[in-house]
């Protein structure tokens, strides 16, 4: 399917904003919604609201198999063993906090080890910060290359036997880096460390099989990958996940309450207590549909030809620093213009209405490991084209003019 048909189902790209036509450029932050997903949303709430799991009625029958076919889909699409694998969450943060307070508080003792990145998003950094406070674990970061990418000679010499988990993004929302989480992973199980990946970048855009991975968790989020905000999941291991404590709990993920003391459902209900996301879990299932039926081969193949277009004409641009790795990157490329702010280089491109993010993304230690306060970043998806690049570099040049006294 070629992209100008592509862009066709997107409502929300048929719009002028500040009489421009809107170049969409900060689908890293959260991804636009396609017709079939809208759809799969409004149909649910016109015909078959209800609660899952609990009445026998006909529209109880429909949306509980609407939500339970859409954790088959998760499970599918990122190659999970069974759906008993795959936990309906809010999102990315909140499944990365269930594994770090269902599963590190629970292995973690004083002295042990949690090895992260520099890189990691506030959502893979700051559960593992409470984890290893409230267990007196020590949190350690693999150095980072000049690049920001990650050598696996520092890997193994900065996991030990004394480390528990390893928790690594696959994909920098801010480097675009796309680490090494399979050899990552063989290095932490090869100390008896448990590997957790943060895929809510990568999961929009590269084929994923967590078995070939051998990541024991990897948490996504929909909205990043053409679903509704709200709705993501935890993929564990069974035997993992079996072991593991509720940290939520209420009903629905019960088997049998007492007075004093309860018992937990099977996996997955049991970490899925009170009434759950239902319509997010709905959209999510048609955003895989929609990916699917366009291809992750595809998506991945034509972000890659424009982040390349992206980087060779914003090269171009005097006094404009593009950082991480130039070459084996996602579609995101992440820069500062000369002096200027990046809310001020923001608000000048959606006066021209083009929307990037601007600041620290959620990422203040690499901010300072960058050694700036903040910076720009535009992101593409399925539906960008070289044209948005085109207008964003022009954008930036008139951005550059009218701010030329803070240029280099």
Known sequence: MKTSEIRELFPILNQEVNGHPLVYLDSAATSQKPVSVIEAVKHYYEWDNSNVHRGVHTLGSRA??????????????????????????????????MVASGYARAVCREGDEIVITPMEHHSNLIPWQQAAKATGAVLK??????????????????????????SVTYVSNVLGVVN????????????????????????????????????????????????????????????????????????????????????????????????????????????????????????????????????????????????????????????NLGDVHPHDVATVLDADGIAIRAGHHCCQPLMRWLQVSSTARASFYLYNTEEDIDRLVASLLKTKEYFGHAIG
């Open 141 to 166: 970061y693999i150095p980072l290359q000049p690049d920001g990418s990650i050598r696996l000679e520092d890997v193994e010499q900065t996991i030990t036997e004394r480390t528990k988990v390893v």
């Open 64 to 97: 509980t198999d609407a939500y339970e076919g859409a954790r088959e889909k998760v499970a599918k699409f990122i190659h999970a063993k069974s759906t008993e694998e795959i936990i309906f969450t809010r999102g990315t943060t909140t499944a990365l906090n």
């Open 180 to 335: 090494p989480v399979k050899e990552i992973a063989a290095i932490a199980h090869r100390y008896g460390a448990k590997m957790v990946v943060d895929g809510a970048q990568s999961t929009p855009h590269l084929k994923v099989d967590v078995q070939d991975l051998d990541c024991d968790f990897y948490a996504l989020s929909g909205h990043k990958m053409c679903a509704p905000t709200g709705i993501g999941a935890l993929y564990g291991k069974k035997e993992l996940l079996q072991n593991m404590e509720p940290i939520e709990f209420g009903g629905e993920m019960i088997d049998h309450v007492d007075l004093y003391e309860s018992t937990w459902k099977d996996l997955p209900w049991k970490f899925e207590g009170g009434t759950p996301i239902i319509a997010g879990a709905i959209g999510l299932g048609a955003a895989i549909d929609f990916l699917e039926s366009i291809g992750l081969d595809n998506i991945d193949r034509h972000e890659k030809q424009l982040t390349t277009y992206a980087i060779e004409r914003l090269q171009q641009i005097e006094d404009l620093t593009i950082y991480g790795p130039l070459n084996n990157r996602a579609g995101l490329v992440t820069f």
